[in-house]
């Protein structure tokens, strides 16, 4: 099974290569391209040598020009006019751009991009385990307060308000509203971590821009651990899992067998803090034990999801907050001023980055099922 | 132990809207939304300019109509490769059927955002030839570039509910009965068995496509805004929440944090950003919620 999903793997990887590679030699050979129709007559009085298009006199002289010899398209020359401008704009800051980097052989570009794909990869390591490690931890916190019956903050809040005390003494009143402001408190922090957890990751730096150093990569590892719903979203998935598994038969087996179903929180204890928060989770003698270890032999699958999902958010947190020497602002970049070649390398970079870990969620999977079939 | 819980009566709350909203909470997240949005919509009737009301407005009414469409080319890919799928495994064609399948595995490698921005400047020259002039079409072509990148996850669970009711006893009484195997497949199975399950997931996907449409638009205008702005995408709230006076909005939300006297001119006159942000942010939310709640209501 392994080896087939390995071979799969390997296919797909040597297709899209073999894609991108007649990609670039397409792009090589094609250049310099003719273009068609009115793009080609844009293209031509950009590139006249003798204008300067953001000269207000030239491009008048060229509006009467051009009216005097087609008075027939009197009413587009304004149009034109502008779409000649953002060429030869675009091609004078394509020629900028290219000058960056000096060597533009193939070799060139790869040494170019080569620290940032260090770099992406780096950030993509370090948010996947903390990812994966977080939605587990906040998984279980949910559901063992879901076994607790603990009532949201606005409910309690409400259920204290609609049962408030006879205020005989001053310290009562005083209690009350001190328990009912701590709800208060409580249930608008988690809204607030809730806007948190689910806005996009531009969103969030936009707002923290003029407060923090949004450029460094502690705060887009931060971003891309917290924003754009990947936590939440895996959290919740995590979380179905392990409401499936309680609902199945088997646990009353365990019950029988005299394992604990006690969800009751302790300082130390089987249900406690501290087992709940380790890397490595285990609930001996509880019922819990199994609950989780089959939730989490199912959740294995999910990580190659969870990974391109992952991809996703850090590449709209690079190319929406233009972080320069990034490497999918570099994409983007490239994308704009038209270096094909850069972006084929890049793309094909971050694809390998998702089969590498799609390989390495199979072998796990595979690991476990050879542990739970006894083979 | 804290419960806290609404007392019930008979069986049901004391309270009738407590009762509705607690037995419902799909209901009640949905109803959330439209509530929400209805406030915000009150609120920029009052304080926001009208020019900007009008923009927040049409971004928001195009990104529904894209997100709707996403589930409708969603639902027509991902029912077509099902069947697809299901039909090269049941005649036995290996290579077909691997080839297929390897297809659709290597379009879920893609990262999504690569994919769609990739889909968008292909839009562009589309754009740029002038065959897509109508802005309708302009909108349908954008959802159809995004359903290629979600529509797989529909995909997966059709497929999962066919092999769940193929080893059911009754699937092989249909056959025997002479039912045709594509109807077993797509009335009885898809339709009559796993309705609720599909509309869990359209959910779920029409939270995904605000998500991804709103941060490839973003990426577009504050990225590639050189070459594209030219073309004109329809305005959506990704896009505008790109423009500067939206982003200095949401700047001062920063400014804010350390100058708390701030806070009162946020919700008058930084308006149009914090309206689009809290679009964006709030729809998430709440049909986040909704799918969950309603998958939990429905034990799936």
Redesign the interface.
């Known amino acids: 099974m392994i080896r087939n999903k390995l071979i799969?793997h390997g296919?797909?990887i040597i297709?899209?290569g073999i894609v991108f590679l007649f990609l670039y030699l397409l792009i090589d050979r094609n250049a310099t391209s003719a273009l068609s129709g009115r793009?080609q007559v844009i293209q031509d009085f950009a590139d006249l040598p003798f204008i300067n298009w953001n000269n207000p006199a030239d491009r008048s002289l060229f509006k009467d020009a051009w009216i005097l010899y087609h008075p027939d398209q009197k009413e587009s020359a304004d149009s034109l006019i502008?779409?000649i401008v953002?060429r030869y704009?675009?091609k004078t800051?394509s020629a900028l751009h290219k000058q960056k980097s000096s060597d533009q052989s193939f070799a060139g570009k790869v040494q170019h991009l080569w620290p940032m794909y260090i770099k992406f990869i780096f950030v993509y390591i370090i948010v996947l385990i903390f990812s994966y490690y977080a939605a587990q931890t906040a998984a279980v916190w949910r559901f063992i307060k879901m076994k607790?019956?603990?009532?949201s903050y606005l409910?309690?809040l409400?259920?204290?308000l609609?049962n408030k005390p006879r205020f005989s003494a001053g310290k009562i009143f005083f209690t009350f509203i001190l328990r009912c402001l701590k709800l208060l408190a409580q249930a608008t922090g988690k809204g607030i971590l809730?806007?948190i957890l689910?806005?996009?990751a531009?969103?969030v730096a936009?707002?923290?821009?003029?407060?923090f150093n949004t450029n460094s990569m502690l705060f887009m590892i931060l971003l891309g651990s917290f924003t754009?719903?990947l936590l939440?979203?895996y959290t919740?998935k995590f979380f179905?899992f392990l409401v499936t598994e309680s609902?199945k038969g088997y646990l009353h087996t365990a019950i029988v067998k005299n394992l604990s179903q006690d969800y009751?929180q302790r300082t130390s204890g089987i249900i406690s803090l501290n087992s709940i928060m380790r890397w490595k989770k285990v609930f001996p003698g509880h019922v819990f034990e199994h609950i989780y270890s089959n939730a989490r032999y199912q959740y294995l699958p999910t990580l190659?999801e969870q990974a391109?999902?992952l991809?996703?958010g850090l590449?709209?947190i690079e190319?929406?907050l233009?972080i320069q020497n990034h490497l999918c602002?570099d994409l983007?970049?490239n994308?704009?001023y038209e270096d094909y070649t850069s972006v084929l390398i890049a793309?094909f970079g971050?694809?390998l980055i998702?089969?590498g870990t799609?390989v390495i969620a199979d072998y796990i999977y595979f690991k476990e099922t050879v542990k739970y079939e006894n083979r | 132990m804290r419960t806290g819980k609404p007392e019930k009566k008979n069986g049901g709350y004391a309270n009738p809207v407590i009762s509705v909203l607690s037995i419902q909470k799909d209901t009640m997240w949905f109803l959330l939304w439209i509530g929400g949005i209805g406030i915000l919509w009150l609120w920029d009737l009052f304080f926001l300019n009208v020019p900007a009301r009008h923009q927040v407005q049409s971004s928001f009414i195009n990104t529904l109509i894209i997100s709707a469409l996403v589930i409708v080319f969603s639902v027509c890919a991902a029912w077509s490769t099902a069947n697809a799928v299901h039909y090269l495994r049941s005649v036995r064609m290996p290579f077909f059927f691997h080839t297929f399948n390897f297809i659709l595995n290597l379009l879920r490698s893609i990262p999504q955002i690569i994919g769609i921005l990739f889909g968008y400047v292909v839009l562009t020259l589309l754009m740029q030839q002038e065959t897509l002039n109508q802005a309708f079409l302009q909108l349908a072509a954008m959802a159809a570039v995004l359903a290629i990148f979600v529509f797989l996850e529909l995909h997966d669970l059709l497929l999962e509910r066919i092999e769940h009711f193929q080893k059911q006893d009754f699937c092989n009484a249909m056959r025997v009965c002479g039912i045709s195997e594509f109807r077993i497949i797509n009335r009885e199975i898809l339709i009559g068995n796993s309705r609720i399950h599909i509309f869990y997931k359209l959910i779920a996907i029409f939270g995904t496509a605000i998500f991804l449409q709103c941060s490839i638009d973003f990426i577009i205008s504050v990225g590639l805004s050189l070459q594209l702005s030219s073309v004109n995408f329809p305005l959506t709230l990704g896009s505008l929440l790109a423009k500067i006076d939206s982003k200095q909005d949401i700047l001062a939300i920063g400014y804010s944090l350390t100058n708390w006297d701030y806070i009162r001119y946020l919700f008058t006159r930084h308006l149009q950003g914090i309206s689009v942000a809290f679009l964006i942010v709030y729809s998430l939310i709440c049909i986040h919620k909704t799918s969950n709640a309603y998958a939990r209501r429905r034990q799936l």
Not at chain 1, 206 to 211: E, V
């Open positions: 799969e296919l797909a297709l899209v793009q502008k779409a953002n704009n675009f800051e607790q019956q603990r009532s409910h309690l409400y259920s204290q609609k809730y806007l689910f806005s996009p531009y969103v936009y707002a923290f821009k003029t407060s754009n719903g939440i979203t919740q179905a609902r009751t190659k391109a999902f991809i996703t590449i709209i190319m929406a233009n602002y983007l970049q994308l704009l793309s971050i694809f998702i089969k799609e």
